[in-house]
Structure formats: C-alpha cells, structure tokens
C-alpha cells in the first residue's frame, strides 16, 4: 500500500540529467553564458575555448589545434549528457584542474536546455 502512495511521487522525481530540454532556449543560455568563450561553428577561430560545435560524443581534450589544460587533457572523458549536467553544474568538481574559469550554470532547466542544443550542433 505504501508504495501505491509512493508512486506519483517518483514518477515526478526525475533527475536533471533525464529532463529533456528544449534547445531554442538552450541557444539562449549558450549565448549568455558560453558564447564569451567558444563558437558553436563546425569551424572557426577558437576562443579562450574550443568550439562547441560535435561536443556530444567527443572525448575531452581533443579538439585538434587547441591548447587544453593537462588536467583535460587527462580526464579521458567521453562527453554525453549525463556527464555534462554534472560538468556545467560544477566543472571544477568533474575535472579538477581545468582552466575554463566558468563556475557553472546553476538552474538545472538551463543545463538541460543547454545539453539539448549542444546535441543539435553535429
């Protein structure tokens, strides 16, 4: 019985990583907290960062011709959406060392809506 009382309750606790959404807005964060240091271009001149433009499914570190941190470098990480509301909560925290001097996006419907329009950019 108590798990029948329980159910709403969980079908409507659903992590951040699994929200879905929406990448029009997710433009608008880009610009507002990102587009000061990476393009969202296929190519381009690079920034303070490198171009956001494939992130989903591009391991750490290897954007060819630009000058990464050891500690990206090193991370060996395969960027998904799952490790990216992680990342844009507190980068320092999943690659400790890195350089990108951002704190994070805070509201967890931005990063949501943020991953949503990096998955667009391929």
Known sequence: MRILLLLPLLL????????????????????RYCMTCHIAAEKGPSRQGPTLHGLIGRKSGS???FR???????????????????????PRVVIPGTSMAFAGVRKADERADLIAYLATLK
């Open 68 to 90: 990464y941190s050891e500690a990206n470098k090193k991370a060996n990480i395969v960027w998904d959406a799952a490790i990216l509301e992680k990342y844009l909560a507190e």
């Open 12 to 31: 409507f606790a659903t992590p951040a990583a699994a929200q879905t959404g929406d990448a029009d807005n997710g433009e608008k964060v880009f610009k």
């Open 63 to 65: 954007v060819a011709g």
